[in-house]
């Protein structure tokens, strides 16, 4: 069964500060995806990668970055936390070349900034 | 450009009754369409997708889907509404050329299932 960890359930921080959000799976899927959350919204993509040091900008990357060093791992990275990105940021992944392939989600992470 | 409507934030039907979840597209090509849901406190999880022959699609916990290219929509249908049913849907549209595909979201409808 396909897992897709998010490293942390609930996170508390401060204006300004660095955060890292940390996403992995146990599947070799080559895409992974960074999207976040709010009501009445649905979910807005941030980054994606298809491949380890590969980034494509999302619809909303404005404040934020990513990082695939390894194929397993994605992260997010917020400069420079603000409160208008307090929200639930989803991680999934899915084959490259298998059309259609499914994406795969992690349970999320719930981020506070105060 | 891939987009995807779906009509009605909140959702509420009785134990038992038809479920109903509206969703309509607009795309340029043969869309690649997918309905997840997302129960409390989880990820999203593939009920079912579209991608071509059969235009209507099966899933999971009883769930179906059917394309309709002349409406331009892909709602989400269940004879019998149970209360575990009670989650957030979304449908999606796949967009992008092969090995940049990405899924573009729906804003949601939350199900509500009264006893």
């Known amino acids: 069964d396909v897992k897709v960890t998010q490293s942390s359930r609930y996170l508390v921080k401060r204006t300004g500060e660095k955060v890292f959000l940390e996403c992995v799976q146990d599947?070799?899927?080559?895409?992974m995806f960074w999207y976040r959350q709010d009501p009445g919204l649905g979910l807005r993509l941030i980054y994606f990668s298809y491949d380890v040091k590969m980034k494509e900008k999302g619809d909303i990357p404005e404040g934020y970055s990513v990082s695939r060093e390894k194929k397993e791992r994605f992260s997010l990275i917020l400069e420079s936390a603000s409160t208008n990105q307090t929200s639930m940021y989803l991680c999934a992944s899915s084959f490259l070349d298998r059309d259609n392939s499914p994406l795969h989600f992690g349970n999320g992470t719930r981020l506070t900034v105060t | 450009a891939q987009s995807v409507t779906q009509l009605g934030s909140h959702v509420s039907v009785s134990e038992g009754a038809l479920v109903l979840l509206r969703c309509n597209y607009s795309?340029?090509?043969?869309?690649?369409l997918f309905w997840y849901v997302q129960y409390p406190n989880q990820g999203l999880q593939l009920l079912l997708k579209?991608?071509?022959?059969?235009?209507l699609v099966k899933g999971i916990n009883g769930f179906e889907a059917e394309f309709k290219k002349s409406e331009t929509s892909f709602h989400l249908t269940k004879p019998s509404a149970h209360m575990s049913d009670a989650a957030e849907y979304f449908c999606?549209?796949?967009?992008?050329?092969?090995?940049?595909?990405?899924?573009?979201f729906g804003q949601g409808t939350r199900l509500t299932i009264n006893p």
């Open positions: 579209y991608t071509t022959g059969a235009t």
């Open positions: 599947m070799d899927h080559e895409n």
């Open positions: 999606a549209v796949l967009k992008g050329l092969r090995g940049a595909q990405k899924l573009v």
């Open positions: 795309s340029s090509v043969p869309p690649y």
